[in-house]
């Protein structure tokens, strides 16, 4: 280890330091204003929050996406470059002086003076290639700048040439002390060494004092009002990583209406019921905004913003961010948030399909804070969309959204003749089918939920339907934001279902299957729910199925969002049909597929009312599906089955296409 | 302006009846009841009078404790008090006698307005609310689309005549309009409504507390789903002859002239 010389670090730099950090740590204050939103129950646990901020903080898990290749690598350069940086600098702040010598490496500790030479590669050439990006060559949608709330100091190429001053500044200092001090390990600060045969040793000697002054004066300045630049989210990111708790991704909270209702002590007026000011989100939900990066990852993938819809849900995060730092710092002009920075048809326009959360490198959760919202404006205001509110309606009479007759719970089956098991005639049984209102009430649907009995039946499940007592498991209402209907039906259902004995609960629609799996239990039913897709996955593994090997053509399967990416059942549907593939058959995979699958258009509600802006989003699904050369079309999902069926005619394709539930494509091959 | 609007509960509108051959609804647990449609526009019409003019809504509603759904919803969506007018047989009840029962509710209110349905989804009448405004003595109107408060003695309205033609007329207050459903857009109950509504007073007043007893005017004689027929008929000939018998049976048995 080199000997550790007191170089001439002049305590004035000191004196600035601790200036820099305090006027840095008064900047800081924009982190604690998120104290003004509501608690939440959070179970946080030590080890998991470490290991959210070392991978996706420091380790940037989540900026990978194969998407977005060439930011993701820019981002890697520069990020880690800047982090190795930090650190070099900080080392350097206590060995300048001495302190913590014996622990501590020196600048000309060869491995040490490697690796940060080798940083200030790294953030340079990840300034250069977003200077390009952002100037020259612009190879995908770039980040729109946003900059509500926090400000944007500098500018988006200010703030990179900023960076470029700093790691060009950095290496000129490098170089001057090499040529003036010629340490013996120089040569391992590879860059900083070639610079300094560059000059002559006189000329290094003249400039070596200016140089070092300016590369400190600039990173000083850097860190005093780095949280008024884009370049905030360095720290913000890494807090609110660090309090994530992935298990909670995309949960909406419930709202407890019941009880509320039964509060003596409420009162109509004065309560808020959902979000209509940033004080009435709880502090993780302020904190996400405030560590939003705006790199606009979530509205290039939204299928709203990319149809020409009002909806940005980059924007949505933004202007909550502002909201808070209005409220809290007085920043920005005074407005309400629902209905003046938000308006109602961005917050319709939502799908929650969660292209935006799946994208998102920061695990911000914007469709739980849209759901939020929605709920002021339906709860609060009383302003569903106006063709929604007749589902809801509907819904509330009738117990589905189509506003179809209770009574006729069982028509689907009763007019082909089967005649299926009922629960409250069995009592016990092992598997419940839970039919869903598609597949009761909607004509294409019927034939998936008849295909399904096919199955079971095949098979010698024992199994059997609610018939009557089955009704809307809340998805739709719930995502329209009217937790009351919702949690009505949630009650209702689950009085229902705790009446019977039964094992598992099969169900061929996604958004059933989400709801009954997982928002269920926070109202007290737990159940063993199984999508259809795994449930025949199962069958056909068990050797309880054998269908007919005979799908030909160019086959392709459609992910449903609740499905995949709020479900993460990508396998099951793909290996059902798998089964009956022959082997003249060509399966082509959609380029937006898997977790970056384009929604149907029909999730959050959205089935039940049209935002006529723009493109229709099932008809762009089906213009890639078309693009695809696919023209047998796999779903499993009863949504995305009526939009796709809708899209396919809107495009005239009727004749040259199929569209099919995977419960169907294996009952008519058996 | 004080306003009274008249809701009715009624079977849905969709509601797949069945009926015995002896006239009895078989299937009474499975129909859903909601409020009559034409009613939900009258109320909506009530209040955005209210809102625009100031006043009072009052939801009234005659039946058993079922109609308490629909006076609740009234009150849930913005109505500040609701009166139900408590009888078991509300279906014997004649126009003129459901008429008399409300008039004997409200007489003692200070009323501006008796704003209903146009008819009610399950009778169709259409005569509760003209025959309401006889006995009170007030003027009225039917099928209203449109409604613009002149001043505290007047109103206009428009009214939908046949051929897609409307009419405007001046009336004097208070006055008893029957709604045309359309005239707007029906509002969402929000949850706010619905807490709001449980602070609200309901009254409840019972045929013998308004004097009336033994109301039964009215009998069904026999109920039972229309037959459903369908005829084809091949007409031959030249094609004057075919022309002939066409118009004849035009003019004869179809009597569309």
Request: charged share 25%; proline share 3%; net charge negative.
């Amino acid at each position: 280890m080199a000997e550790h010389v007191v170089h001439s670090t002049p305590t004035l730099f000191y004196v600035l330091a601790f200036v820099a950090m305090g006027y840095l740590l008064y900047n800081l204050r924009r982190l604690f204003t998120v104290q003004i939103g509501k608690a939440e129950e959070r179970p946080l646990d030590f080890f998991g929050q470490l290991y959210n901020s070392l991978s996706f903080g420091v380790g940037q898990r989540k900026v990978y996406s194969k998407r977005f290749t060439y930011a993701s690598i820019m981002h890697f350069l520069m990020g880690w470059g800047f982090i190795e940086l930090l650190f070099a600098t900080t080392v350097d702040f206590f060995t300048a002086r001495g302190w913590f010598a014996t622990y501590l490496p020196t600048m000309d500790t060869p491995w040490f003076a490697f690796l940060n030479d080798t940083g200030g590669i790294m953030l340079i050439a990840g300034v250069v290639m977003a200077l390009f990006r952002r100037h020259l060559n612009i190879p995908e949608k770039l980040p729109q700048s946003n900059f509500k709330g926090r400000g944007n100091l500098f500018g988006d190429t200010g703030i990179l040439l900023f960076l470029l001053i700093l790691g060009v500044g950095g290496f000129l200092a490098e170089a001057a002390r090499l040529a003036v001090e010629r340490p013996e390990t120089a040569q391992y600060s590879y860059i900083g060494y070639a610079i300094s045969h560059l000059l002559s040793f006189d000329t290094w000697v003249i400039m070596k004092p200016n140089l070092w002054w300016s590369h400190a004066i600039a990173s000083l300045l850097f860190i005093s009002v780095l949280p008024m630049t884009k370049m905030f989210h360095a720290l913000a990111v890494i807090i609110n990583v660090a309090l994530t708790n992935r298990k909670l991704r995309g949960h909406l909270r419930p709202m407890n209406v019941t009880a509320l209702m039964e509060d003596p002590n409420m009162d109509p007026d004065e309560i808020s019921l959902g979000v209509g000011k940033s004080s009435d989100f709880t502090w993780k939900q302020l904190l996400d905004s405030v560590a939003c990066t705006e790199c606009s990852r979530c509205s290039t993938v939204c299928p709203a913003s990319s149809t020409g819809k009002l909806l940005s849900p980059m924007k949505i995060i933004t202007d909550i961010r502002a909201d808070l730092y209005q409220n809290t710092l007085g920043f920005g002009e005074e407005s309400d948030l629902v209905g003046g920075r938000i308006s109602a048809e961005e917050l319709w326009a939502c799908t929650t399909c969660g292209a935006c959360m799946e994208e998102c490198p920061v695990l911000i959760d914007h469709v739980p804070a849209i759901t939020d919202m929605r709920r002021h404006l339906v709860l609060s205001e009383g302003m569903p969309p106006e063709q929604a509110s007749e589902s809801l309606e509907a819904t509330m009479q009738n117990g589905n959204p189509w506003g179809f007759q209770k009574a006729d719970r069982l028509k689907w089956a009763t007019d082909v003749d089967l005649d299926l098991p009922i629960l409250a005639d069995k009592k016990e049984v092992d598997v419940l089918y839970w039919v869903g209102c598609a597949g009761t009430y909607d004509p294409r649907n019927q034939g998936v939920a008849q295909s399904v009995v096919k199955i079971l039946q095949s098979a010698e499940v024992n199994f059997a339907v609610l018939g009557k007592e089955e009704t809307c498991t809340g998805d739709s209402a719930r995502r329209l934001g009217e937790e009351y209907l919702f949690e009505t039906l949630a009650q209702e259902n689950i009085a229902t279902l705790n009446s019977y004995k039964f094992n598992t609960v099969i169900t061929a629609c996604p958004h059933c299957f989400n709801t009954i799996s997982n928002e269920y239990p926070d109202f007290g039913g737990n159940y063993n729910v199984v999508h259809h897709s795994e449930f025949i996955q199962q069958l056909l593994d068990d050797g309880k199925l054998n269908p007919e090997k005979s799908l030909d053509g160019n086959v392709t399967y459609h992910d449903a969002c609740y499905l995949g990416r709020h479900n993460d059942i990508y396998d099951a549907p793909r290996n059902v049909l798998d089964s009956v593939l022959t082997e003249e058959s060509n399966y082509i995979e959609l380029e937006q597929s898997k977790s970056s699958s384009f929604c149907c258009g029909a999730g959050g509600g959205n089935m039940w009312h049209e935002d006529n802006k723009g493109d229709r989003i099932n008809v762009t699904r089906m213009e890639q599906i078309i693009d695809s050369k696919a023209d047998k079309v796999a779903t499993a999902c009863s949504f995305c089955m009526i939009m796709l069926d809708d899209a396919m005619k809107v495009k005239g394709k009727e004749d040259e296409m199929v569209i099919q539930d995977i419960a169907e494509i294996i009952a008519e091959r058996l | 302006m004080k306003i009274v609007v008249l809701v009715k509960q009624v079977f849905d509108k969709d509601s797949n009846i069945n009926v015995s051959g002896d006239g009895v609804l078989t299937n009474r647990e499975d129909l859903t009841l909601s409020t009559n449609e034409s009613d939900a526009y009258a109320l909506e019409e009530a209040l955005q009078i209210k809102e625009k003019n100031g006043g009072e809504v009052i939801v009234v509603s005659v039946g058993n404790d079922s109609v308490l759904t629909v006076i609740k919803d009234g009150l849930a969506k913005g109505a500040d008090r609701g009166l139900h007018v408590k009888i078991d047989n509300e279906e014997s009840l004649d126009a003129l006698d459901l008429a008399k029962l409300i008039h004997a509710s409200i007489k003692d209110e200070n009323i501006d307005m008796v704003l209903s349905g146009l008819q009610s989804d399950d009778k169709g009448n259409g005569q509760t609310g003209i025959l309401l405004a006889e006995l009170m003595n007030l003027s009225h109107a039917s099928l209203v689309m449109g409604t613009e408060i002149q001043d505290d003695n007047s109103i206009r309205v428009k009214r939908e005549l046949e051929g897609g033609w409307f009419q405007w007329t001046d009336l004097s207050l208070p006055t008893s309009l029957t709604i045309q459903s359309g005239i707007n857009k029906p509002r969402y109950s929000s949850l706010r409504g619905i807490m709001m509504m449980k602070k609200k007073p309901i009254d409840v007043k019972s045929a013998e507390d308004l004097g009336f007893t033994a109301l039964q005017k009215s009998k069904v004689m026999k109920m039972y789903i229309p037959e459903k027929t369908k005829e084809t008929v091949y007409i031959e000939g030249s094609v004057n002859e075919i022309v002939d018998q066409l118009m004849d049976k035009f003019a004869n048995e179809i009597k569309i002239f």
